[in-house]
């Protein structure tokens, strides 16, 4: 079955650091892969969309690369602020009928300033 | 503006009485889904709309139903709620399948004792 992997312990870092965020899958390669934001007792904010045959991503200091040998996607942030901190949720479409994106478990980012 | 609007906020029930948490957009979304989000499993989809009239299973269905009577409404109804529905509950739209972005409401908390 598929499965998405996101690293489950929190990502803590400096401010004006870059983070980088995992998301890996297994299996089916999905055609789209999305990244949400979600602060605490919200609903996840959309934020970027990458297509299978796009490598790369970026909008203001977002990043997103998606590497379909590796079956891996990377989220960057660049100069990161204590704004940035919340919960970062990757989501795949793996073909099913319909519209049935599937999402990870989501990696916590704290900026400390 | 545009938005996903759930209904109520929070909710504390008891095994057995039927309620209906609604939710409706206004960005004439052909998509719509219901999502349930637990610590460790991340969120998981229960149900998801294309258009009036058409509905079907997503991840999770069991003990759930819904409705899509109108395009802007999907509510989502517990018939014979129980404990282990005790979650987070999320509506979405979204243009049309998962080459789109989700609009996420602002969440249901609900609480069956």
């Known amino acids: 079955s598929q499965k998405i992997e996101q690293n489950s312990e929190a990502l803590n870092i400096q401010e004006g650091k870059t983070a980088t965020l995992t998301c890996n899958y297994t299996?089916?390669?999905?055609?789209?892969l999305q990244w949400y934001r979600q602060d605490p007792g919200r609903g996840p904010v959309f934020l970027l969309l990458?297509?299978?045959?796009?490598k790369e991503k970026r909008k203001e200091r977002l990043k997103v690369t998606f590497d379909t040998t590796l079956k891996q996607s990377l989220f960057h942030i660049t100069a990161s602020q204590p704004a940035d901190s919340a919960t970062y949720l990757c989501?795949?479409?793996?073909?099913?009928?319909?519209?049935?994106?599937?999402f990870g478990g989501g990696t916590r980012l704290m900026v400390k300033p | 503006e545009a938005q996903v609007t759930q209904n109520p906020r929070y909710l504390i029930t008891v095994t057995g009485k039927k309620l209906t948490v609604t939710c409706s957009q206004n960005?004439?979304?052909?998509?719509m889904s219901w999502y349930r989000q637990d610590p460790g499993l991340g969120l998981r989809q229960i149900y998801y709309s294309m258009n009036v009239e058409v509905t079907d299973k997503g991840d999770v269905p069991e003990g759930y139903k819904v409705s899509r009577k109108e395009k802007r409404n999907f509510p989502l109804i517990l018939e014979s709620p129980s404990p282990n529905q005790t979650s987070l509950y999320f509506c979405a739209s979204n243009v049309q399948g998962p080459n789109s972005p989700l609009h996420f409401g602002n969440g249901t908390r609900l609480t069956v004792t």
């Open positions: 989501a795949l479409d793996f073909g099913n009928a319909g519209n049935m994106l599937t």
């Open positions: 990458i297509r299978e045959n796009e």
């Open positions: 960005m004439n979304h052909e998509y």
């Open positions: 299996n089916y390669s999905p055609a789209y």
